[in-house]
Nanobody
Framework: QVHLAESGGGLVQAGGSLRLSCAASGIAFSINNRGWFRQAPGKQRELVATITSGGGTNYADSVKGRFTISRDNAKGTVYLQMSSLKPEDTAVYYC???????????????WGQGTLVTVSS
């Protein structure tokens, strides 16, 4: 079973930067796609960025050019570097991963507990 733990959230002024980390622990046959999602108060959870096992990335239009997702497969960790932060980036950020379990090779999807990012104007 795989578990995800996010870190790096906090309070930052508009225009500032933060780096979120998400460490995976546990046993799996493979961990494939990794992603970051966010949920602002009163809004639905939305995709921020994803990265495949091969390093292919995808970003929400609202963060393109400001956020960068990366992964260190050896450490089982995915990062979200956030720059030029805006008050509208304020949300709880959730880490996500999918893959295949061991030994049955059944598909799984798992979420972290979330980390709060607050951007002040």
């Amino acid at each position: 079973q795989v578990h995800l733990a996010e870190s790096g959230g906090g309070l930052v002024q508009a225009g500032g930067s933060l780096r979120l980390s998400c460490a995976a622990s546990g046993i799996a046959f493979s961990i494939n796609n990794r992603g970051w999602f966010r949920q602002a108060p009163g809004k639905q959870r939305e995709l921020v960025a994803t990265i495949t096992s091969g390093g292919g990335t995808n970003y929400a239009d609202s963060v393109k050019g400001r956020f960068t997702i990366s992964r260190d497969n050896a450490k089982g960790t995915v990062y979200l570097q956030m720059s030029s932060l805006k008050p509208e980036d304020t949300a709880v950020y959730y880490c996500n991963a999918d893959g295949l379990t061991s030994p049955s090779r059944t598909y799984f999807e798992v979420w972290g507990q979330g980390t709060l990012v607050t951007v002040s104007s």
